[in-house]
């Protein structure tokens, strides 16, 4: 038998229709009172919802969350949290108000409740990003890792399809790649392939009726379960790719993740047999190839644009082949750059994988 190693954190995870009604016995919990409530410009209702839940008790809110957590956002937002005496913070929002959270607990050590209303994964890894002059780096930090994680179905229902169609493939590529990574265990394989089979079926549905709870709920429950596979397993070619793409040309990052994902498995698929049968297994319409279930899977949740739509320029794919091969990572397959050109290529034409 192989050695393989698996981190375990000792977080704790609520699910359910209304937990958020559990916020306050959490905060209490951890002894806190004043937390500085974080979330996104165009969800500042959640900052209502949570004060009103919490009787009027927190120290204040910050709402202007930032994608890809910029430094000065972060450096803005904690210097307010000192101005107000916060005790703790509770991030409600999809990635990018997690981020926030991760990012101000790493300066202060406070305790960071996390509310996830999107499919990213974010509040289960230990990855912190940070944007600084337009470069994006990422380090590792398992003491980042939220204390809390309140996963409330009900707050899933007003995500939009398309951002609901992103974000849940965003959560598949963390799955996908923990199957193929270099230190793949049994413990985030069995994550990935029900965390893929969760979101492959409950997607669609979610796109026939966003408000279909049972479907929301099969999407959050896949969602958490590919955000362990991130935290468990290195990443590869996939999200290297999606990095470049959304550090150096600004591409939006679940929108990337989305297009990337067929293309990524069908450069890799030579490589992974067994992988591949497996992941053929889980997505349905594959007819036994998993790149197929994919396209189709993207092209049903209506991903029909390319890179070239999300404001990539053509001339942008050679910095983009030469910005990832300068920094080289574990690959089950060699990574050369003609067929990553032409994986660009058609990725940015709109083709499927
Ligand atoms: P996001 O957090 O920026 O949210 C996208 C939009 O959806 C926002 O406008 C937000 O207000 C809105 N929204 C969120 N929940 C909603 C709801 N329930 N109803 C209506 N609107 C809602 O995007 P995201 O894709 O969730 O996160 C992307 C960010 O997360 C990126 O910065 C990415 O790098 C980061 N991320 C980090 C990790 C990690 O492990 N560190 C993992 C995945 C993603």
Not at 128 to 133: D, F, K, L, R, W
Not at 201 to 218: F, G, W
Request: glycine letters at 6%; proline letters at 6%.
């Amino acid at each position: 038998m192989a050695f393989y190693e698996y981190n375990e954190s000792n977080q704790r995870v609520l699910f359910g229709e209304d937990s958020l009604s559990k916020l306050p016995s959490e905060l209490a919990k951890l002894g806190c009172s004043k937390p500085l409530i974080l979330t996104t410009p165009t969800k500042t209702s959640y900052v209502d919802d949570v004060a009103e839940l919490l009787n009027g008790q927190i120290a204040g809110s910050f709402t202007r969350v930032t994608m890809h957590t910029p430094k000065e956002v972060t450096e803005e937002a904690l210097e307010h949290s000192k101005s107000v005496d916060a005790d703790c913070f509770v991030s409600i929002g999809g990635g990018s108000a997690v981020g926030l959270g991760k990012a101000l607990f790493v300066r202060t050590g406070l305790p960071h409740i996390c509310i996830p209303t999107t499919y990213a994964g974010s509040e289960m890894t230990p990855i912190v990003g940070q944007t600084e002059n337009r470069i994006k780096v990422t380090h590792v930090d398992r003491k980042a890792i939220p204390a809390v994680v309140i996963y409330d179905v009900k707050l899933t229902l007003t995500l939009p399809t398309d951002i609901s169609a992103t974000s849940g493939l965003n959560a598949m590529a963390h799955a996908v790649e923990a199957l193929y990574a270099q230190d793949a265990n049994p413990i985030t394989s069995v994550f990935a392939i029900k965390g893929i089979q969760t979101l492959a079926s409950s997607l669609p549905q979610i796109m026939n009726n966003p408000k279909d709870i049972a479907a929301r709920s099969d999407a959050l429950l896949g969602a958490w379960l590919c955000g362990k596979c991130l935290a468990g397993a290195s990443v590869s070619l996939h999200h290297k790719l999606c990095h470049v793409l959304g550090g150096t040309f600004n591409l939006p990052h679940a929108e990337t993740h989305a297009i990337i994902l067929p293309h990524a498995l069908a450069y890799i698929a030579p490589s992974i047999p067994n992988v591949m049968k497996e992941l053929a297994e889980s997505i349905p319409n594959s007819d036994g190839n998993a790149v197929n279930g994919l396209n189709r899977l993207v092209s049903k949740l209506g991903i029909t644009y390319s890179l070239k739509d999300l404001g990539m320029k053509a001339e942008d794919i050679e910095l983009a082949v030469e910005t990832l091969l300068k920094k080289p990572f574990w690959s089950p397959r060699q990574i050369e750059s003609d067929a990553i050109r032409e994986l660009l290529k058609r990725a940015w034409e709109g083709k499927p994988a």
